[in-house]
């Protein structure tokens, strides 16, 4: 007897259409892809990459700043503009003094800016805070405020008769003369201590036209204003950016953290912290570039006063460039910086890395849980 078949078991199964891929993609959809982008692509071609390689030319070129960069009457002269801003003479000792400024001013600012950035992303992260609201919009305001208008509301601020010092006067001190003191604040603290001048090592050596002596001075009295107010105004933009963070730290491990006995600080430094690690490396570079490409503050305030010790090297590119007409030399100095930031990037991901754990932290952690679970 034959089994019958029914009509379910016999009808041919359909055979979908087998996609033509190439590299996971179906076809026609690069294609899709790079027709979309391309608007962008061209854009960004066009006034980004077209003038960053022409400015690498000037810098590599005796240009006068009239005609074409590209014109028959422009010669290729090497690295001469860049041995100009890097040997002895007066343009190494701007160079040097610009750099000495920038690099005290990212050293205070970036770690201030963080810190107090996090700290507030915390505070207003509360739930028994009311009004959370309007905290947020008040600390974040600063940051959307034009920094003309900021530098011009410092400089009132820390005048010699201004709101701050009279406010110091109010406490039975005397304050300084903000934008006119030039002297650094190392300097200035050693000076309180009768240290007037360094060791021969520091004050015989140099470095691009500085002794060492000079580069450890710290930031100048002037400069110091204007870090206080990177900080005052930058805070809020990276306080945003570890609130969405915090948004997104996991809660039972912070709950399986407050079972084990784990304190406030244990549980931010230990569970906390560890989960913002993209984001305090997206602070960080953010802060770095920026901090070395000030340029707005100087411009607007003291441009260089006193003494240069607030000059850096975005405003001495400038100056250079559009000021004296050394275009090669602007150029140079434009792409040092650009390295400057790419070294300092790439140093901050390394710091920043994944670690594994070590097998004595892995031993540590099963004998102290040995340990608890003995005891209970």
């Known amino acids: 007897m034959s089994a019958t078949t029914t009509p379910a078991a016999t009808a041919p199964r359909p055979v979908s259409p087998r996609p033509s891929r190439s590299g996971g993609t179906r076809r026609g959809e690069a294609g899709a892809g790079w027709l979309f982008v391309s608007p962008v692509i061209l854009i960004l071609g066009t006034f980004l990459l077209v003038p ?20 028959p009457n422009v010669s290729f002269i090497g690295l ?20 000495r400024n920038n690099a005290w001013y990212v050293l205070l600012v970036v770690p201030l800016q963080t810190a107090l950035s996090l700290f507030l992303a915390v505070l207003v992260s509360r739930r028994i805070l009311r009004a959370r609201g309007f905290f947020r919009t008040a600390f974040y305001f600063p940051s959307v ?3 003309v208008a900021i530098t011009v509301l410092w400089m009132f601020l820390f ?31 050693l000076s309180g201590l009768g240290v007037t001048s360094g060791p021969d090592a520091l004050t ?13 001075a710290g930031p100048s009295v002037a400069m110091f204003a204007l870090i206080l107010m990177a900080v005052f105004t930058t805070s809020g933009t990276f306080m945003l950016l570890f609130i969405a963070a915090l948004q997104n730290v996991g809660y039972d491990l912070t709950e399986a953290s407050m079972m084990d006995g784990a304190n406030a600080w244990q549980r931010f430094w230990r569970i906390t912290l560890p989960q913002l690690r993209p ?13 070395w490409q000030v340029f707005d503050q100087i411009y607007t305030g003291t441009q260089g006063d006193p003494a240069k010790t607030t000059m850096t090297p975005a405003y001495l590119s400038y ?36 670690r594994p754990v070590s097998r004595r932290r892995i031993r540590a952690y099963q004998s102290s849980a040995q340990r608890k679970g003995a005891a209970s």
């Open 52 to 71: 960053v390689l022409m400015a690498l030319w000037v810098s590599f070129s005796d240009w006068s700043g009239r005609g074409s960069p590209l014109s």
């Open 80 to 99: 001469d503009n860049y041995a100009a801003i890097t040997t002895e003479g007066l343009a190494t000792r701007d160079f040097g003094t610009a750099l």
């Open 279 to 291: 984001t305090l490396f997206t602070v960080v570079t953010l802060g770095l570039i920026g901090c």
């Open 319 to 354: 100056t250079a460039a559009f000021g004296n007409n050394n275009w090669g030399i602007g150029a140079a100095i434009a792409f040092i910086l650009f390295l400057i930031i790419i070294v300092f990037t790439i140093f901050q991901r390394w710091a920043l890395r994944d």
């Open 145 to 147: 405020t034009s920094s």
């Open 159 to 189: 005048s010699f008769a201004g709101p701050v010092n009279a406010i110091i006067a109010w406490f039975g001190g005397e304050g300084p003369n903000w934008f006119r003191d030039p002297r650094g604040l190392v300097h200035v603290a």
């Open 204 to 216: 015989q050596n140099t470095a691009l036209g500085l002794s060492w002596w000079d580069w450890l």
